[in-house]
T-cell receptor, first 113, second 116 residues
Framework: DSGVTQTPKHLITATGQRVTLRCSPR?????VYWYQQSLDQGLQFLIQ???????AKGNILERFSAQQFPDLHSELNLSSLELGDSALYFC????????????FGQGTRLTVV | AQKITQTQPGMFVQEKEAVTLDCTYD???????LFWYKQPSSGEMIFLIY??????QNATEGRYSLNFQKARKSANLVISASQLGDSAMYFC?????????????FGPGTRLSVLP
C-alpha cells in the first residue's frame, strides 16, 4: 500500500459528461501530481500542486482542471468528455527530500462511451 | 526537449538471464535524482530503485542495480536473473533540484518480456 488513495477505481461515463477524480496523498506529502496513461502508452504529466498551489503544468487540456485543497487532497475535473479521454489517471504524491520517490495511487480507470 | 529518453520500446530476455534497460537524461541542474518504476499488467506503479546525482556508488536493490554514468548522462537499469514476473513496463524518471516541489519527469517506458 503506497498510502495514496484514489477514488473511484473505475468510472464509466458518456461523452459530453463531467467527472471528478479524487486523490488523497500520503500523510505529510505536500506535492501531488496527476498523470494520464492511455492504452499501452507512457505517463503523460498533467499537473502538479505543491501545498495548495499549482507548481507545474504539462499537457493538460483546457477541458481539464485540478485543485489541491487545504487538507492537501486533490481533485481532477474532466469536462466535456470525449472518447479519447478514456485512460488510466494516476495521482502520485511525494515528500520534499529530493531522494524521495513519487508514491502512486492505484489509478482511476476512466471509460468514456 | 525530451528530458528522459528510453530508446528501447520493447525488450525480450530469456528467463534467468540478465537484461539492461537503457535510460538517458538531460539536465543542467547539478542536483537531481533518478528513479526506476515497474508497471505490471495489473497497472500499479511500483518503485524499484533510486540514484542520486551525488551518489558515488551505483544503487542496488536485490536483483536490480543501476548503472549510473554521470558524464554520459545515463542511468541504465540492470535486472539480474530475470524471472517471468519481471515482464512489465519499466519507466525511468528524474527529479531535478533538491526536492521541495520539483516535478518528476518520466520517460516513455520499455516493455520487457521474459521468455520461459
Amino acid at each position: 500500500d503506497s498510502g495514496v488513495t484514489q477514488t473511484p477505481k473505475h468510472l464509466i461515463t458518456a461523452t459530453g459528461q463531467r467527472v471528478t477524480l479524487r486523490c488523497s496523498p500520503r500523510s505529510g506529502d505536500l506535492s501531488v501530481y496527476w498523470y494520464q496513461q492511455s492504452l499501452d502508452q507512457g505517463l503523460q504529466f498533467l499537473i502538479q500542486y505543491y501545498n495548495g498551489e499549482e507548481r507545474a503544468k504539462g499537457n493538460i487540456l483546457e477541458r481539464f482542471s485540478a485543485q489541491q485543497f487545504p487538507d492537501l487532497h486533490s481533485e481532477l475535473n474532466l469536462s466535456s468528455l470525449e472518447l479519447g479521454d478514456s485512460a488510466l489517471y494516476f495521482c502520485a504524491s511525494s515528500g520534499d527530500r529530493g531522494s524521495t520517490e513519487a508514491f502512486f495511487g492505484q489509478g482511476t480507470r476512466l471509460t468514456v462511451v | 526537449a525530451q528530458k528522459i529518453t528510453q530508446t528501447q520500446p520493447g525488450m525480450f530476455v530469456q528467463e534467468k538471464e540478465a537484461v539492461t534497460l537503457d535510460c538517458t537524461y538531460d539536465t543542467s541542474d547539478p542536483s537531481y535524482g533518478l528513479f526506476w518504476y515497474k508497471q505490471p499488467s495489473s497497472g500499479e506503479m511500483i518503485f524499484l530503485i533510486y540514484q542520486g546525482s551525488y551518489d558515488q556508488q551505483n544503487a542496488t536493490e536485490g536483483r536490480y542495480s543501476l548503472n549510473f554514468q554521470k558524464a554520459r548522462k545515463s542511468a541504465n537499469l540492470v535486472i539480474s536473473a530475470s524471472q517471468l514476473g519481471d515482464s512489465a513496463m519499466y519507466f525511468c524518471a528524474m527529479r531535478e533540484g533538491g526536492g521541495y516541489g520539483q516535478n518528476f519527469v518520466f520517460g516513455p517506458g520499455t516493455r520487457l518480456s521474459v521468455l520461459p
